[in-house]
């Protein structure tokens, strides 16, 4: 069965960071692309980045480009999401995915606010 | 970035009826390889989202036939027959195409 467990999500403060991660079984984890999508409260679905499988390409919004970034240790079958200088627009349940979106997590809630 | 415009913003229906859902994009979601990557999420309430169809009309495994998925280029439909109560919550349409994917806003279905 796969299973994608996100931790991490907290209350921080405007400006400070944070790291998601996300720990993948039931599936080969270095055969896949896999993606941070996230959904501010009573919001809609974003798109925050993706990696391929290999961990050599990243891809980001603009919104989030330069203050994020995300990894993957195969090894550990893990995915990470680094968020610097957070803003109060980041407060969001953070998901992860796998490939094309067809296996979520459960989320993860970060809250940004002094 | 590709704009997806999803109508109707919400849908109020009865168990038994059919209903239908459009998500227009602002261009082609044609990709270089041809296929074209246009998903139907739906998130529950109080849940995770799940990606229902993909490539327009695949149905993802244990979907039931009752959804289906349409379209081409830039103009796509979800159409759920005979609505049951577990098909309540928000449908989301999903381009995968082109950088950044984006979301349509949602439709939020409900009972009558």
């Known amino acids: 069965e796969v299973q994608l467990v996100e931790s991490g999500g907290g209350l921080v403060q405007p400006g400070r960071s944070l790291k998601l991660s996300c720990v993948a079984s039931?599936?080969?984890?270095?055969?896949?692309?896999m993606t941070w999508i996230r959904q501010a409260p009573g919001k809609g679905l974003e798109w925050v980045a993706s990696?391929?499988?290999?961990?050599?390409?990243?891809y980001y919004p603009d919104s989030v480009k330069g203050r994020f970034t995300i990894s993957r240790d195969n090894a550990k079958s893990t995915l990470h999401l680094q968020m610097n200088s957070l803003r109060s627009e980041d407060t969001a349940t953070y998901y992860c995915?796998?490939?094309?979106?067809?296996?979520w997590g459960q989320g993860t809630l970060v809250t940004v606010s002094s | 970035d590709v704009v997806m415009t999803q109508t109707p913003p919400s849908l109020s229906v009865a168990i038994g009826q059919s209903v239908s859902i459009s998500c227009k994009s602002s261009?082609?979601?044609?990709?270089?390889?041809?296929?074209?990557?246009l998903n139907w999420l739906l998130q529950s309430p109080g849940r995770s989202p799940k990606r229902l169809i993909y490539?327009?009309?695949k149905l993802d495994s244990g979907v039931p036939d009752r959804f289906s998925g349409s379209g081409s280029e830039k103009d796509f439909t979800l159409k759920i027959s005979r609505v049951e109560a577990e098909d309540l919550g928000v449908y989301y349409c999903?381009?995968?195409?082109?950088?950044?994917?984006?979301f349509g806003a949602g439709t939020k279905l409900e009972l009558k």
């Open positions: 995915t796998r490939g094309r979106f067809v296996y």
């Open positions: 039931g599936f080969t984890f270095n055969n896949y692309w």
């Open positions: 990696i391929t499988n290999t961990g050599g390409s990243t």
């Open positions: 261009q082609s979601l044609v990709a270089s390889d041809k296929n074209t990557y």
């Open positions: 490539q327009v009309s």
């Open positions: 999903l381009q995968g195409t082109h950088l950044p994917y984006t």
